[in-house]
């Protein structure tokens, strides 16, 4: 079976309640219309009746009308739209008087409906409805008035309503119908919209977005929601392109490098000295090189923010101390005095290896952009429910321009005016995804010339100090 459009769907669902809703009503309205016609004769015959039994005078045991040419005169002489029957019978019942307009016919008494109660039957093929009330001379019953009315106009007004309903239901659904498919068609334009859109969208156009509907409905919503879900898209894959290009860039520049470090070895016979100052250079390009692999190895792998964390109570004193003692080396060559400020032994319920990883990134940045002979600061504080590490060096520094593209990977504030500083810019990047899955808020001010400051800010809910 073949599936219905939305459009369809959803007018086929109004019309469904629709429905309902229209057939209650009809036979709602069947029934009042029916129980008011009914109603209404069954108070033509109780007034009738009523009228009637003043009319007639009851002596001994006989009764007979008081204005007998006056009554054969009146109404019941003729056949109206719904005429009434009026007959008196005896005790015996047998006949006394009866109305003009039954001509040759005689209303039945039915001994076994009580008195005073309506009851149906056929009078030549025709519906009436009768009521039958005793006449009474001092508790003894001396004749029956018999009172009835036809039933067939009454019959022909329900039948004829019941057409008229019969056949509106079925043409009011239709022309609901098409009205509410014109109406839903209309309210989900949006989403032939967003399907267009969506078709549009490629790996190479990002750029296509939804319009956004006047009204701000569900509709709007759901737009503005892909809208931002394309958005944060475009944004992800321009990131990749970046990262793959840099990535390449920085990958092919050692192998560019060593390559023709060899190619030159190779063009003649060279003396050892050369052969060994070749592959020593050759060496570093290597280490530089697998020291950038490690690096993007590690910027993927935590990219995932469902990565496992060991979390444990972690010596911040320790972790720093030991940073610092395996950039010895460093330190020594451009002669860096190094100022630790501990207030006191900290602990912090984090990842200890990735929170070592942090830290060697931020050790590593403070002593590389450092200038010789210069200080860089280490601070461990605790304030109130938090705890501050801070590293600050006194080297080149940041422009205020390119603070916010510190943590952008590859990127290099001013690579070019200080070509004597080896690196990849990866480092910061690294240390802002980790900061995030460790819950840790990493800021960074700096100046020009004089130098930078980091900040990792940590919180914790019981910290100890011993």
Known sequence: MQQLSFKNRIASLYIITTALLIAVVFFVIYFSVSFSVYSHVNDDIQSESAKHLTEIAVSDTNFHL????????????????????????????????????????????????????????????KSI???????????????????????????????????????????????????????????IKPINSIITTSNAITKDNLKSR??????????????????????RLETAIEREKQFTSDASHELRTPLTVIKGTLEVLVRKPRTTVEYEEKINFCVTE???????????????????????????????????????????????????????????????DTDLHLFSIIIDNLI????????????????????????????????IGIPKADLEKVFQPFFRSKAIHHPEIKGIGIGLSIVQRLCSLLSIVVKITSEEGIGTKVILTMSNKDLSNS
């Open 66 to 125: 008081i204005h007998k040419e006056e009554w054969m005169e009146r109404e019941h002489n003729t056949i109206d739209v719904n005429p009434v029957f009026v007959q008196f019978i005896d005790e015996n019942k047998q006949l006394v008087e009866k109305s003009p307009n039954l001509k040759r016919s005689n209303l039945q008494f039915n001994s076994q409906i009580p008195f005073s109660q309506l009851f149906d039957y056929k009078l030549e093929g």
């Open 364 to 395: 590593s940045n403070a002593l590389k952009y450092s200038k010789e002979n210069s200080k860089t600061e280490i601070q461990l504080k605790k304030r109130d429910n938090q705890i501050e590490c801070i590293v600050s060096d006194s080297g």
């Open 129 to 187: 409805r009768q009521i039958q009330l005793p006449i009474y001379q001092e508790q003894k019953i001396v004749g029956y008035l018999m009172v009835a009315m036809s039933l067939e106009n009454s019959y022909m007004v329900l039948n004829d309503l019941l057409e008229v309903l019969l056949i509106a239901y079925p043409s009011i659904l239709a022309i609901l119908f098409i009205i509410a498919r014109l109406i839903a068609g209309r309210s």
């Open 286 to 348: 290597v280490d530089r090189l697998n020291h950038l692999v490690d690096q993007l190895l590690l910027l993927a792998r935590y990219e995932n923010e469902n990565q496992s964390l060991k979390i444990e109570s972690v010596h911040l004193n320790r972790v720093l101390e030991d940073a610092i003692a395996r950039q010895l080396v460093l330190i020594e060559s451009k002669g860096i005095q190094i100022i630790p400020s501990f207030e006191g032994d900290i602990y912090f």
């Open 210 to 231: 939804i319009p956004l509907p006047k009204t701000k409905d569900e509709l709007y919503v759901l737009s503005k929601t892909i809208n931002n879900l394309l958005n």
